[in-house]
């Protein structure tokens, strides 16, 4: 039977700490929850391909992205990832960070690059008025939304989101919560969320797995 | 008289271009391997390619006369399968200059290539753009301003260099006289005009090149090239 996730990494990290987590889980909307160090965010980075882990598999909605002998590169592996300070290209306007994905080759896309995914994107997260603003001048909550235009317009397998919420103070994080699960509500695609925040589950996830020292926790 | 502070300055200008521009290939390729991997003897790397910067040129120059001379296999081998000769050639000079300024443009690049965030490269590789485009597209536009700084300062020392050019290249006038030894020679020769015509030429050279450097380079890495100086 497949899951939506069934994902197993084994990773050492130092000589002390080896990463050693598996779970399946048919939730569309799954959340990591635990203490700063605990593994998730190594476990998100493995998913995604960008750390090579030494052992076990991730299959996510009966996709092999790594596993019996094969693995990925984070290039072929359509995740939208939204990382931890979003991590918005700070030399390119709100716009070519959206189309950033959309143009392959070496050169990024031009200022006013014009594709009906972009224009969709921008529409959808009410960001056309800053398309040719840099992120540097974008609030704490329209830069979640072009860190989510720029994963979604791919349109990707599955969401990874690494802490979207810890860096802000608690009134915006309580809003922009709220937009974040209105958002991965209406998506329907799986997302799996990173978090160390309790208050994070009651709107953002349908299941949770607990971490802690590498280990999910019964 | 113009002449012949025109012809070593033409010579000057075209071995600190070619130096530079060996540099620039060589120390961007370097700066980011030492910035972004992580390898067996890469600080014995950062200590020898910071050499140039404490050895005297004449030594540099030594080291290189030793390696490229025809007695020796390298050179040797230069010559046998390309015909090359690059001891007392503007080759040679070349090759002096660019061993000798390459720490400048080593030591920025690669604080500059550590000063940007590995989160926008792995951003870039989810959005499934390939490792070369994840490279011009991301880090080459946000690390060029300091590596354009060090390139800058590695054409300034390459267009004053003398010890290891006139060890290598010697001062043929023509072909390896560069301004610099030129103005030894002037002043060997009791030319003071000539001397002072081609002190005043590099000097305003110079400085107009670290006044652009100003310009370019603040901040971070505005502080590692004046290390690096």
């Known amino acids: 039977m497949t899951c939506t996730w069934d994902i197993h990494i084994v990773r050492r990290l130092s000589p002390q700490f080896t990463l050693d987590l598996a779970f399946a889980s ?14 998730k965010t190594q476990t998100l980075l493995a998913i995604a391909g960008l750390t090579r882990p030494d052992g076990g598999h991730a299959h996510i909605a009966g996709s092999t992205l790594h596993g019996g002998g094969k693995a990925l590169a984070p290039q072929q592996r ?3 990832v939204v990382f931890q300070d979003y991590a918005l290209f700070p030399h390119l306007t709100v716009r070519q ?26 529409d959808e997260f009410a960001l056309t008025p800053l398309a040719d603003v840099r992120p540097e001048r974008l609030s704490g909550g329209q830069r979640q939304r072009v860190a989510l235009a720029r994963a979604l317009v791919g349109e990707p397998r599955a969401l990874l989101l690494d802490e979207p919420l810890a860096a802000l103070d608690a009134p915006l994080r309580r809003r922009l ?22 208050e994070d589950l009651a709107e953002l996830a349908d299941a949770v797995v607990r971490v802690e020292d590498g280990r999910v926790q019964a | 008289m113009l002449d012949a502070a025109w012809v070593p300055l033409a010579l000057t200008l075209k071995v600190a271009l070619w130096a530079t521009a060996l540099d620039l290939v060589v120390g961007v390729a370097i700066g980011y391997a030492l910035a972004r991997t992580r390898f ?26 030793v390696l490229l001379g025809r007695q020796s296999a390298f050179g040797g081998w230069l010559f046998e399968t390309f015909g090359l000769r690059l001891i007392f050639t503007w080759q040679g000079a070349v090759i002096a200059a660019a061993v000798v300024s390459l720490p400048f443009v080593v030591k920025p690049a690669r604080a500059a290539f550590e000063g940007v965030d590995a989160r926008l490269e792995q951003a870039a590789r989810t959005l499934g753009v390939h490792e070369f485009g994840v490279f011009c597209r991301v ?25 290891a050019t006139l060890m290598v290249a010697g001062s043929v006038p023509g072909q390896t006289q560069t301004l610099s030894i030129a103005v030894y020679e002037a002043v060997q020769a009791g030319q003071d005009a000539q001397a002072a015509t081609l002190t005043a030429l590099l000097s305003v050279v110079a400085v107009v090149l670290l006044l652009a450097v100003g310009r370019l380079a603040r901040g971070p890495v505005a502080a590692a090239a004046r290390g690096g100086a």
Do not use: C
């Open chain 2, 40 to 65: 067996v003897g890469r600080n014995l790397l950062d200590a020898l390619l910071t050499l140039p910067m404490v050895l005297p040129p004449t030594v540099m120059g030594y080291y290189l006369l």
């Open chain 1, 78 to 80: 359509k995740l939208g």
């Open chain 1, 97 to 122: 960070n959206i189309a950033f994905g959309l143009q392959m080759g070496w050169r990024n896309p031009a200022r006013d690059v014009q594709a009906p995914a972009v224009a969709r994107w921008l």
């Open chain 2, 139 to 163: 880090t080459l536009p946000l690390a060029w301003r300091g590596i354009l700084a060090g390139t800058l300062l590695a054409f300034a020392r390459a267009l004053g260099e003398f010890g």
């Open chain 1, 177 to 198: 919560r709220a937009e974040l699960a209105r958002w991965t509500d209406r998506l329907a695609l799986p997302t799996l969320l990173v978090t160390h925040d309790d």
């Open chain 1, 26 to 39: 048919d939730a569309r909307r799954l959340a990591l929850i635990g203490p700063s160090g605990a593994g």
